[in-house]
């Protein structure tokens, strides 16, 4: 269809949570203390193993890092200002004298004098705090505000299966050139995705209903319990296992050997509805009659 012939509405959904809003006022109240307490520190007093800024530039390059680096720039009005001081020394070594020739040595430095908050900007920020706009082409009667804000809460959850798509089962590159390969690798890469998430959910809805939390998932914090779990935790506490097989050289089986399984794993195939057995099967040998 001409690009003309297309004709199109869309509905533009502005609403505000005053919640959202009091977090970004909050996370916009640490930046800035954070930053006044970094200019602050660019310039400190004169003393033994105190660094001094020397030069302009230098000292309008370390504020501009510091505001940019805590997203404050434009909010702040910083002003500075610059000191020199001098100092009478003798000439050569030795005590003074009244004839003894003297110089004057000037050392120059910038320091911050004076650090305050832009009310007004900060002021026609706060007004844009907890805004979102949200656009659909569904019409009223399909879907009202209330549901469309809903739908747009639940994006993430669509939007994570697509990431694991690309960063969990690299679905991209695809090493395959006929048509059908490339249909067959993505209905299988979709099956995997499918598998993690449909675990990574059973899971989370059993703990939730028991209001149980589970341990051991996150190795950098042993403390740790959570009763939200992802899918790839939740892989990542079965790496351990292995199955070993023995085969005699005529190629029959003469012993499997499964992984004990610890505690932890035990409790999450408990709680996903799946029970021990089907894993220790694994470990049975099958009769070939």
């Not at 026609?124 to 399909?142: D, I, M, S, Y």
């Not at 149980?212 to 998932?217: D, H, N, Q, S």
């Not at 190795?219 to 779990?229: I, V």
């Not at 012993?255 to 408990?270: H, W």
């Amino acid at each position: 269809m001409p690009e003309s012939d297309k004709e199109g509405t869309e509905r533009v959904l502005v609403v505000r949570s005053p919640a959202h809003a009091a977090r970004q006022a909050a996370g916009l109240e640490t930046r800035l203390g954070n930053a006044e307490r970094a200019l602050a520190a660019l310039t400190p007093p004169r003393g033994r193993g105190k660094r001094q800024i020397t030069d302009k530039a230098a000292l309008v390059e370390a504020i501009n890092t510091v505001l940019t680096t805590h997203r404050v720039a434009g909010l702040l009005q910083i002003t500075w200002a610059k000191q020199t001081e001098r100092k009478t020394q003798y000439v050569g070594r030795g005590r003074g004298s009244v004839s003894r020739q003297q110089r004057v040595i000037k050392t120059s430095r910038y320091h911050i004098t004076h650090i305050a908050r832009q009310g007004d900007k900060l002021a026609a920020l706060g007004q844009r705090f907890g805004w979102k706009a949200f656009v659909t082409n569904a019409g009223q009667k399909r879907l009202s505000l209330q549901e469309a804000v809903l739908c747009y809460r639940n994006e993430y959850r669509v939007e994570r299966i697509f990431n694991r798509l690309k960063s969990r089962v690299h679905i991209a590159p695809l090493f395959v050139k006929r048509n059908d390969q490339i249909e067959g690798l993505t209905y299988l890469l979709t099956l995997g995705v499918r598998v993690l998430t449909i675990m990574e959910f059973v899971l989370r809805r059993s703990l939730q209903h028991a209001q149980a939390k589970l341990p051991g998932l996150h190795p950098e914090n042993k403390q740790k319990m959570t009763d939200k779990p992802t899918g790839e935790r939740i892989l990542q506490a079965f790496s351990p296992v292995s199955l070993t097989i023995i085969q005699h050289t005529t190629g029959e089986e003469i012993l499997r050997r499964l992984t004990p399984l610890s505690g932890l794993q035990e409790e999450i195939l408990q709680w996903l509805g799946l029970g021990t057995s089907p894993y220790r099967r694994l470990e049975i040998q099958e009769s070939k009659t």
